[in-house]
């Protein structure tokens, strides 16, 4: 089984920046694993965000977010990061963390195999 803990989360100006963070622990929790955000908005459904592979060399991420967020990772110490600059009101939501040992249709939730308990992120305008 694996856990994931997301922080970093938290209210911030439009045009501001904020840095998640994502541990991960357990057992069965490999380096190898695909490591994905994904966000959801009140009343909408849960959206792919950026995925990063084991090895860090491939990143994919929205059209909504290309160019403004980064994600990257830390294996030596299980973790996961997303900055996100250039925050707009239309971020906000709660945003989850995710593991998966699959390698295909990243931007699938249904492909990931373990979530964390989320992070708010609210943009004002």
């Known amino acids: 089984q694996v856990q994931l803990v997301e922080s970093g989360g938290g209210l911030v100006q439009a045009g501001g920046s904020l840095r998640l963070s994502c541990r991960a622990s357990g057992r069965t929790f490999s380096s190898s694993y695909d490591m994905g955000w994904f966000r959801q908005a009140p009343g909408k459904a849960r959206e792919f965000v950026a995925v990063i592979n084991w090895s860090g060399g491939r990143t994919y991420y929205a059209d909504s977010v290309k160019g403004r967020f980064t994600i990257a990772r830390d294996n030596a110490s299980n973790m996961v990061y997303l900055q996100m600059n250039s925050l707009k009101p239309e971020d906000t939501a709660v945003y989850y963390c995710?593991?998966?040992?699959?390698?295909?249709?990243?931007?699938?939730?249904?492909?990931?195999?373990?979530w964390g308990q989320g992070t708010q992120v609210t943009v004002s305008s």
């Open positions: 995710a593991a998966r040992s699959s390698a295909d249709y990243y931007w699938r939730s249904s492909t990931y195999e373990s």
